[in-house]
């Protein structure tokens, strides 16, 4: 396990980044309240080893494989939890602060729900 941590929040514009853009924002509980609002609140915990294409994201039931990852991605990971999960599958991240992944757009998050990547 390279990362695991658990949705305690749901931002109530969350899921329209994922509508209308194909991406989820994820931030731990030090999220400014203006970001807090499109993003996924997540528990705080320390990445094990950094996240690599190949690796898979289990984001609740749904299951996904990294094909890029940024190159401030770590870094944000690292510090405040954060991230864009886009759910695009490009080979090359379009933006720094995102993880591309391979797969169709989740549905069913919950509070309560894990965000794990694994090798």
Do not use: W
Not at 23 to 39: M, R, T, W
Not at 43 to 58: M, N, R, S, Y
Not at 60 to 67: E, L, M, P, W
């Amino acid at each position: 396990m390279k990362y695991n941590v658990i949705i305690k929040d749901i931002g109530k514009f969350a899921f329209e980044l994922l509508e209308n853009g194909n991406c989820l924002i994820i931030f731990d509980e030090c999220a400014p309240e203006e970001l807090a609002e499109i993003s996924l609140i997540h528990t705080h915990a320390e990445i094990e080893k950094d996240i690599v294409p190949g690796d898979t994201l289990f984001l609740g039931s749904n299951q996904y494989k990294v094909t890029a990852v940024g190159t401030e991605a770590m870094k944000t990971l690292r510090e405040l939890g954060h991230c864009t999960l886009n759910f695009n599958g490009t080979l090359v991240a379009e933006l720094p602060g995102q993880i591309e992944l391979r797969g169709e757009k989740p549905v069913g998050i919950s509070i309560g729900d894990a965000i794990k990547f694994e090798a």
